[in-house]
């Protein structure tokens, strides 16, 4: 996993520049080489040296993409509603264990569940933290941001930490097929920012034991359960399939 770097710039202010590499442990540079994160028009973004066409990556959660799907995206008709089961209750305490940029986090909390944000990686951790700031100060937002929290540590770590769990989300790194170059843009960096979950197949277990109504894990259509596990039921949503492993009900 290679070192992110966090750019020393005019836009970055020193208050938060100390708080991130306080929180995620990221040093600082003037040249950067390779990923590094940068702040740029208020925003921390992702960026590598080498690929001036990768293009910035960032968690935003007031963008077209995730404003579209906040306010048309089904709601609680959605597949992941179903699967978590906030079509049945509002205020589900969810653990995602495996945040990533946040999308179906934000979906989660938009619908009512109150969600812990989990993610390992210091760079996608700080992006997470820093989406999750700006949306606080958006006032459609606010309310939605409130109901989600971010912990940087492995997975493992939060699974084992007992906290009341309604729900666990496992989202473990796949490699897609889609082809379009927004998927391919955001995967590669994600596969050498943080490289492949191997450990995945070892989440279930601890996950069937913390959530107290069921654990949800999302896959590729295409993709085996995961640690060879049958589910009590999938739900299939438009690209992807969601294995629901019940406990109790909701």
Not at 119 to 139: I, K, Q, Y
Not at 180 to 194: G, I, P, T, W, Y
Not at 213 to 224: I, L, T
Request: proline share 5%; glycine share 8%.
């Amino acid at each position: 996993m290679p070192a992110i770097s966090l750019l020393k710039s005019a836009d970055l202010g020193t208050d938060y520049s100390q708080q991130l590499q306080q929180q995620f442990g990221l040093c600082v540079t003037t040249e950067p080489d390779g990923w590094y994160l940068s702040m740029q028009q208020g925003a921390l973004v992702l960026l590598n040296s080498r690929l001036p066409k990768q293009g910035a990556i960032l968690v935003d959660f007031a963008s077209g993409a995730s404003s579209y799907r906040r306010q048309h995206g089904g709601g609680k008709t959605e597949a992941i509603a179903k699967a978590v089961g906030l079509n049945k209750k509002r205020d589900l305490r969810v653990l995602d264990a495996t945040a990533g940029l946040g999308r179906d986090a934000f979906v989660l909390a938009s619908l009512g569940a109150r969600v812990t944000l989990v993610e390992r990686n210091p760079a996608v951790a700080a992006l997470l933290a820093d989406g999750l700031r700006r949306a606080a100060g958006e006032p459609t937002l606010s309310d939605t941001a409130s109901r989600m929290e971010l912990l940087h540590c492995p997975a493992q770590n939060a699974l084992s930490q007992k906290k009341q769990t309604d729900v666990v989300f496992l989202d473990p790194m796949f490699p897609p097929r889609e082809k379009s170059a927004q998927v391919k843009k955001e995967m590669r960096a994600f596969h050498d920012v943080v490289g492949s979950d191997e450990d995945a197949d070892s989440l279930l277990a601890p996950a069937l034991e913390l959530a107290e109504k069921r654990v949800v894990v999302k896959r590729p259509g295409y993709a085996d359960f995961l640690a060879s596990q049958p589910p009590t039921m999938s739900i299939s949503g438009k690209n992807n399939r969601f294995d629901v492993y019940v406990k109790a009900a909701i």
